[in-house]
Antibody
Framework: QVQLQESGPGLVKPSQTLSLTCTVS??????????WSWIRQPAGKGLEWIGR???????NYNPSLKSRLTISVDTSKNQFSLTLSSVTAADTAVYYC?????????WGQGTLVTVSS | DIQMTQSPSSLSASVGDRVTITCRAS??????LNWYQQKPGKAPKLLIY???SLESGVPSRFSGSGSGTDFILTISSLQPEDFATYYC?????????FGQGTKLQI
């Protein structure tokens, strides 16, 4: 059974870069035909799909974040990562990683990232 | 982007009630509609995918229907553990988008 776990700093200063990693266990990113996604949720608000990556490195990004966003994959470590540059308070949210090419299942437990000086 | 609109935004109900939540897409999305349940402090959990397919392990009191632009999540007989926030999500085209959520409360 595939499990996902997000990791990274919980506090990032404004204008700096947010970096998170999702570690996959119970299955290999290299196997199967799946996309690996990032999704975020500001406190008390709804869900926003950030983007996704395929094992080949092919990506799709949300246009609202595309200019600041990079999603990468490291199949040797069974991880995929998110970097978001020039962050502001509006980027404060719980960030989730998830498996799926259309619907998302399973999800990681989520990690709170706060943008504040 | 495809906009997803859920109604109602909140709903009060009782154990044993039959409940329906509606999700409308701003354009046709065929049957590419998924439903999630989220409880406080937890990640969303997939309930239904492709409009009406029940995810493994999800109780049969949950069902989904619809096509095109209008979709419905039905809970046939509410149980105490069903009080949560429900989200719809379209997987017809990227960027994938979610509804704003429906909070189901007692």
């Amino acid at each position: 059974q595939v499990q996902l776990q997000e990791s990274g700093p919980g506090l990032v200063k404004p204008s700096q870069t947010l970096s998170l990693t999702c570690t996959v266990s119970g299955g290999s990113i290299s196997n199967g035909s799946y996309y690996w996604s990032w999704i975020r949720q500001p406190a008390g608000k709804g869900l926003e799909w950030i983007g996704r990556i395929y094992k080949s490195g092919n990506t799709n990004y949300n246009p609202s974040l595309k200019s600041r966003l990079t999603i990468s994959v490291d199949t040797s470590k069974n991880q995929f990562s998110l970097t978001l540059s020039s962050v502001t308070a509006a980027d404060t949210a719980v960030y989730y990683c998830a498996l799926g090419w259309g619907w998302f299942d399973p999800w990681g437990q989520g990690t709170l990232v706060t943008v504040s000086s | 982007d495809i906009q997803m609109t859920q109604s109602p935004s909140s709903l009060s109900a009782s154990v044993g009630d039959r409940v329906t939540i509606t999700c409308r897409a701003s354009q046709s999305i065929s049957n590419s509609l998924n439903w999630y349940q989220q409880k406080p402090g937890k990640a969303p959990k997939l309930l239904i995918y492709a409009t009406s397919s029940l995810e493994s392990g999800v109780p049969s009191r949950f069902s989904g229907s619809g096509s095109g632009t209008d979709f419905i999540l039905t809970i046939s007989s509410l149980q105490p553990e069903d009080f949560a926030t429900y989200y719809c999500q379209q997987s017809y085209s990227t960027p994938y988008t979610f509804g704003q959520g429906t909070k189901l409360q007692i």
